[in-house]
């Protein structure tokens, strides 16, 4: 089945520093990466995802990037706030009906 | 329209009883999830749900671990003599008929269970 690694557990940063967060992923049939932000006591809410057929995506202050090649696939902060920090967890899927499979979770501390 | 919701959102039970979680999927939502995220950890998969199919439940780790969807809805997972190590954040989450697409998750808010 899909393996995913996801580092680093914990991650600081001052506020305004970027902050990256990276996943590896073990199927290559894989094609559906989301990324997960988890506030202290909330549920998890989707934040941003890539398909296979692209290789980065950007939505404001957040992009990810993806190499299938090497099967790894990341999630970029810029200008960070302390708002951002939260737990952060990538996934990989088969997409459809296939069970995504999580990373532990990145727990990301934006110092002001 | 309203989000995924479970209930209830605590529950504390002594070792040894059984307890049951319900989770209500976002209308129209066919695939549902059940995970356990234990303090400081990650996404611990149960099972899962979609449409009719049998459920996938390669995720329980033991037989005390149930789960049942009726009408292709509501959800309940039973825990029956519940243990210490039960003890846990249960998240439900729904998302949108398979088929090849890429379908977002919804969580839930969870119910955090104590077994004291």
């Known amino acids: 089945g899909e393996n995913v690694e996801q580092h680093p557990s914990t991650l600081s940063v001052q506020e305004g520093d970027s902050a990256v967060i990276k996943c590896t992923y073990s199927d290559s049939a894989s094609n559906y990466f989301p990324w997960y932000k988890q506030e202290l006591g909330k549920r998890p809410q989707l934040i941003i995802d890539i398909r296979s057929n692209v290789g980065e995506k950007k939505d404001q202050r957040i992009a990810v990037t993806l190499n299938k090649t090497a099967k790894h696939f990341s999630l970029h902060i810029t200008e960070t706030q302390p708002e951002d920090s939260a737990v952060y967890f990538c996934a990989a899927s088969k997409g459809g009906s296939y069970i995504p499979t999580f990373g532990r979770g990145t727990s990301l501390i934006v110092h002001p | 329209g309203a989000g995924v919701s479970q209930s209830p959102s605590n529950k504390v039970t002594e070792k040894g009883k059984d307890v049951e979680l319900r989770c209500d999927p976002i209308?129209?939502?066919?695939?549902l999830y059940w995970y356990r995220q234990s303090l400081g950890q990650g996404l611990e998969f149960l099972i899962y749900?979609?449409?009719?199919?049998?459920?996938?439940k390669s995720g329980l780790p033991s037989d005390r671990f149930s789960a049942e969807r009726t009408g292709g809805s509501v959800s309940t997972l039973t825990i029956q003599r519940t243990q210490q190590e039960d003890s846990a954040v249960y998240l439900c989450?729904?998302?949108?008929?398979?088929?090849?697409?890429?379908?977002?998750?919804?969580f839930g808010p969870g119910t955090r269970l104590t077994v004291l």
């Open positions: 749900f979609q449409g009719n199919s049998a459920p996938d």
């Open positions: 209308s129209g939502h066919t695939a």
């Open positions: 989450a729904s998302s949108l008929a398979a088929g090849g697409s890429y379908n977002e998750q919804f």
